[in-house]
C-alpha cells in the first residue's frame, strides 16, 4: 500500500517489486488524475482512517507526504494493516534552496520567497525510536542522500508552483497562477544570466522500520 499515492507515480514504482498496490490519498483530484496500471488500484481515504482489513498488506510506503499526517493516528492504522512481520518505509525528498556556484539564491529564496509564499503548518519532527517503539515498529535501517537536479528557469518556475506555499496562496486567492508565474520569473531571471540551465541541491531521507509483535506499550 502506498499512502498519499497523488497522481500514482509512487504507486506504480512499486509495481517493480510488488504483485498488487493499492495507493491511497485523501485528494478526490489526485486520485481523479492518477495513472492507471494493470498492477495498482486507487482509494480515496484519509491516512489516519484506512478503510481496509487488519494485516491486509506487506509492506507500507510513505513518500513525501509523512509530514501531514496525524502520525499518531497514522502508525497505528498502517501497524494495524501490516502483516506480521511487514515493513513500514517512509522516505522523503525536497528542494534545499542550494543553487550550485550562487549562494545568493538561498538569500533570495529565504528572504524574498518565503515572505510572499510562507510554508504551511507541517510536522517536521524526527522519528525517534521511543515514539516507533510506542506504535509497535523498530526502526531496521535509514540512510540520508543528496542529488543534483538542473532546471532552467522556465522548468523550475514550473516545478516551484506545485510546491505547497504556492498552492496555498492560490487557494486563498491572494494571488493568480499568471501573477505568480510573471513574479517567478521576474525575481528569479537574474540568477540564470548568462546560464541556460543551473543546478540545484535537493537532499533526501529514507527509513526502513519492521513491525515488532506488539507494540511497546501494550509489552
Known amino acids: 500500500m502506498d499512502v498519499g499515492c ?23 483530484d489526485m486520485i481523479s488524475q492518477a495513472q492507471r496500471h494493470e498492477k495498482v488500484v486507487y482509494l480515496q481515504a484519509p ?10 498488506f506487506d509492506m507500507v510506503t510513505v513518500g513525501l507526504s509523512f509530514h501531514w499526517f496525524d502520525r499518531g493516528k497514522f502508525l497505528g492504522e498502517a501497524y494495524r494493516v501490516l502483516k506480521s512481520p511487514g515493513w513500514l518505509v517512509i522516505y522523503d525528498n525536497f528542494f534545499s534552496g542550494v543553487m550550485r556556484g ?14 510572499q509564499f510562507p510554508a ?12 516507533l517503539g510506542q506504535y509497535g ?12 537536479v538542473t532546471y532552467n528557469l522556465e522548468q ?20 493568480t497562477i499568471d501573477e505568480t508565474v510573471q513574479w517567478l520569473m521576474s525575481s528569479m ?5 548568462g546560464r541556460r540551465e543551473c543546478a540545484f541541491l535537493y537532499r533526501g531521507w529514507i527509513k526502513f522500520l519492521k513491525k515488532m509483535n506488539q507494540p511497546a506499550d501494550d509489552r
Not at 489516519?48 to 482489513?53: A, G, K, R
Open 6 to 28: 497523488g497522481t500514482g507515480q509512487s504507486a506504480i514504482a512499486l509495481t517493480e517489486i510488488a504483485e498488487r498496490v493499492t495507493g491511497i490519498d485523501i485528494s478526490e
Open 47 to 56: 491516512a489516519e482512517n484506512i478503510p481496509l482489513p487488519d494485516m491486509t
Open 102 to 115: 550562487n549562494t545568493e539564491f538561498e538569500h533570495w529564496l529565504r528572504d524574498k520567497f518565503i515572505a
Open 120 to 131: 504551511p503548518p507541517r510536522d517536521r519532527r524526527p522519528l525517534k525510536d521511543d515514539e
Open 137 to 148: 515498529f523498530i526502526l531496521e535501517q535509514s540512510e540520508n542522500y543528496e542529488e543534483d
Open 156 to 175: 523550475l518556475v514550473g516545478y516551484l508552483t506545485t510546491m505547497t506555499n504556492i498552492v496555498a496562496v492560490l487557494k486563498e486567492g491572494r494571488m
Open 189 to 193: 531571471e537574474p540568477f540564470f544570466k
